[in-house]
């Protein structure tokens, strides 16, 4: 199992930025998949989580309106949408996954057992 992330970068408020997550070593038509972020100093939080079976998608209330996570046309990468940026949004995006678990909401509430690297997100005010 692999996931590869990529997309991160320096943004100011008020932009956006897309992540990539790329997944391989299974078959991506099955468990929930999602985006973690990490600040300095802080627990690791879900940003998103999409259930691959049947696309239905889990966004917190704290990013909802503004992240949006999605398939493209290439079933076995997973995006991440992230508009309208702000300075509280800086930190390390993962995307992660459970092989058992095939529900978004499940997947955001609870721990992803395999984890691909992070690609950091800058936000300047």
């Known amino acids: 199992v692999q996931l590869q992330a990529s997309g991160g970068g320096l943004v100011q408020a008020g932009g956006s930025l897309r992540l990539s997550c790329a997944a391989s070593g299974f078959t991506l038509n099955r468990p929930a998949i999602g985006w973690f972020r990490q600040a300095p100093g802080q627990e690791r939080e879900a940003v998103a989580c999409?259930?691959?079976?049947?696309?239905?998608?889990y966004v917190p209330d704290f990013v909802k309106g503004r992240f949006t996570i999605f398939r493209g046309e290439a079933k076995n990468v997973v995006y991440l949408q992230m508009d309208n940026l702000r300075p509280e949004d800086t930190a390390v995006y993962y995307c992660?996954?459970?092989?058992?678990?095939?529900?978004?909401?499940?997947?955001?509430?609870?721990?992803?057992?395999?984890w691909g690297q992070g690609t950091q997100v800058t936000v300047s005010s």
């Open positions: 999409l259930s691959t079976n049947n696309e239905i998608t």
């Open positions: 992660g996954t459970d092989l058992g678990q095939a529900s978004s909401y499940a997947l955001c509430h609870g721990r992803p057992t395999e």
